[in-house]
């Protein structure tokens, strides 16, 4: 028999409105805009425990429970274990043995401990983001789980955020999901340039419309407090045509307050060059980003307390696609050359270039 689901429960948690929002929140919304990392910070943004608790939940770690708490301190110790044998790199044993794990990010974001600490809490909790991937990652492969019934789990839990949403009021307009055919993602793969199954990041996908433009914030934040964590974004991925951080700050002055202290200059992402959908007519807009979703998969394994395998990781993480866009510029994306049949017409023809280079015999010139 499968064991119960153990998902950790959500406290209630407010809209968070753009006027409300500070430093926290616009670092965190950056990173998704720029599809960055946090491997490039150079400090958490957490001011008490509760918040620290809340995160952990959403990681699907309820360090309350025994085998959570001896799993997350495992990592720790060997993300320590590995900065002290590869860079010999001093790890204070405040922050080796904390008192709760929640101290690391509290140590992490300088409300608890020295400015000394807060620098190691950093370096270790890089560490330990890479370890939790991995190990999230390879308990995927492991588990008798088909990709069609991992599909189903997902879009469960995101419907059910959803449908949370509505219940709170936000606006959001639509909501929907849909998962890539088979000739769809054959397409796509010829269409790339690196044709590796593993590359194609939504076949899984969500689509979420808003009813206004400045609306956009709001929700996008409602998410990564109720469904992803904002540091699963994965790097490199997000395609942003619709919100560039110079815009969100033009938009929002009072985030100017902010940008002496931010983790990157306001200038960064011009450095970093444009990136986009090669195969998007030229007006199209839109914010497109793929995120690890963190999911409990206690069904598939066997209770905590008979468990005898090595690494007792309960969490994977899948790769999920989000586009959000607001309800006008849908529209306006939906016309001439930027409509979805023109998009696919232009991909196919990609496709057909590439399958035929080189075999098609030329027209006599006679």
């Known amino acids: 028999m499968k064991a119960p689901s ?32 946090v491997i490039d910070w150079r400090r958490m943004h957490f001011q008490s425990r509760g918040e620290v608790d809340n995160f952990l939940r959403l990681l699907q770690l309820d360090v309350s429970r025994p085998y959570d708490e001896e ?25 080796a043995r904390p008192e709760e794990i929640h ?26 983001h890479v370890i939790q991937h991995i190990e999230g990652r390879d308990l995927l492969f492991r588990l008798p789980v088909s990709e069609a019934e991992l599909g189903g789990l997902i879009t469960e839990r995101v419907l ?4 949370e949403m509505q219940a709170k009021g936000l606006p959001v307009v639509e909501f929907a999901h849909s998962i890539k055919t088979q000739d ?15 590359q194609v990041y939504d076949r899984t996908r969500f689509r979420v ?22 540091h699963l974004v994965v790097p490199g991925q997000t395609e942003n045509t619709l919100m560039p951080f110079k815009a969100v ?5 009072h985030f100017e307050q902010h940008i002496a202290r931010l983790h990157l200059d306001r200038d960064y992402e011009d450095r970093e060059g444009a ?33 005898t395998r090595e690494r007792k990781g309960r969490i994977i993480i899948s790769l999920v696609e989000f586009q959000i866009v607001d309800e006008e510029t849908a529209r306006l994306n939906e016309r001439g050359d930027n409509a979805h049949e023109a998009y696919k017409r232009r991909q196919k023809q990609r496709v057909l270039r590439r399958l035929s280079q080189g075999l098609v015999v030329p027209k006599s010139q006679d």
């Open 249 to 253: 700050l033009a938009e929002n002055p």
């Open 184 to 198: 769809s993602l054959i397409t796509k793969l010829l269409a790339k340039k690196d044709t590796v199954a593993a």
């Open 71 to 95: 799993w997350a301190r495992g990592v720790l110790a060997e993300a320590v274990e590995y900065l002290r044998k590869t860079f010999n790199y001093r790890v204070a044993d405040a922050v």
């Open 6 to 37: 153990l998902t950790p429960v959500l406290p209630d948690i407010p809209i968070c409105t753009v006027e409300r929002m500070g430093l926290r929140e616009l670092e965190r919304l950056r990173l998704i805009l720029r599809g960055g990392s």
């Open 160 to 163: 059910g955020v959803a449908a």
């Open 103 to 128: 101290d690391l990010f509290l140590y992490a974001s300088g409300v608890k401990g020295s400015p000394r600490h807060r620098r190691i809490a950093c370096v270790v909790l890089k560490v330990m």
């Open 209 to 230: 419309v808003t009813r206004k433009r400045e609306d956009l914030l709001p929700v996008l934040y409602y998410l990564t407090q109720r469904l992803f964590p904002f």
């Open 275 to 307: 990136g986009g959908n090669a195969f998007s007519g030229n007006s199209y807009r839109a914010l497109n980003f793929v995120v690890d979703i963190p999911m409990r998969m206690d069904a598939y394994l066997p209770p905590p307390e008979e468990d």
